[in-house]
């Protein structure tokens, strides 16, 4: 009994040493929107099939306060892609210095094939790539 009631008092006071802890530099999301993607760097154009492709795209983000978020990823039919890249935007202080950031895709095709991409590019335009699966 005695061990048990020495574990359990060793186990409550490790937990509010850990919840204790504090980041300072949190913060929070508050929104989260569509950020054109200015340009797409594919290192081969040709692939052979099951293999993996790293496809970066890169967006300029207006503020340290934003960043890079995900992608919609729409499988649009068997071989054509439509690809969205989102950006959030964080409370606290932030700088008003605009950078460059990148996004990856892993791509890795199931099937020979002609892909086509079509990269959000603002408004109703889009930036093109295929990439053809051995």
Not at 52 to 70: D, L, V
Not at 82 to 92: C, F, I
Request: charged share 20%; aromatic share 18%.
């Amino acid at each position: 009994m005695k061990k048990f009631l020495h574990l359990t008092f060793c186990a409550v006071f490790l937990g509010l040493f850990l919840i204790s802890c504090d980041d300072d530099d949190y913060q929070t999301v508050e929104s989260v929107e569509k950020i054109k993607i200015d340009s797409v760097k594919i290192a081969k154009d040709t692939m052979d099939v099951f293999s993996i492709q790293h496809i970066k795209t890169y967006s300029t983000y207006p503020s340290q306060c934003e960043g890079f978020y995900g992608y919609d990823y729409v499988y649009d039919t068997k071989f054509d892609r439509t690809v969205t890249a989102y950006k959030y935007r964080s409370s606290g202080p932030c700088g008003q210095s605009t950078y460059t950031a990148a996004g990856q895709i892993n791509f890795s095709p199931q099937q020979i094939g002609s892909y086509t991409f079509r990269f959000w590019n603002g408004g109703n335009n889009w930036i093109t790539k295929t990439i053809v699966v051995k």
